[in-house]
Nanobody
């Protein structure tokens, strides 16, 4: 199994930046997909960015050119660099991983963007 621990959330003004981190309890070898999701109050959880096993990336339209997903394979850490933040980016952000056919989520980190 995989334990995931997110960090780096906080309160930031609109236009600001934050970098989220997700530390995994095991090497990324064998993890097919690594994601960042978010869930705003009263809304469904949505996929924000994805790393696939082929190292390709995916972003939802609303964060393209503002967010960047990356990872440090030596440290087993997944990142989400967020810039030009908007109030609508306010949500709990979760990382997720698909490992041996099972999907794991972390506990989430709150991101609040003030206008």
């Amino acid at each position: 199994q995989v334990q995931l621990v997110e960090s780096g959330g906080g309160l930031v003004q609109a236009g600001g930046s934050l970098r989220l981190s997700c530390a995994a309890s095991r090497t990324f070898f064998g993890i097919n997909i690594m994601d960042w999701y978010r869930q705003a109050p009263g809304k469904q959880r949505e996929l924000v960015a994805r790393f696939t096993v082929s190292d390709s990336t995916y972003y939802i339209d609303s964060v393209k050119d503002r967010f960047t997903i990356s990872r440090d394979n030596a440290k087993n850490i997944l990142y989400l660099q967020m810039s030009s933040l908007k109030p609508e980016d306010t949500a709990v952000y979760y990382c997720g991983a698909l490992f041996l056919g099972k999907y794991y989520y972390g506990q989430g980190t709150q991101v609040t963007v003030s206008s």
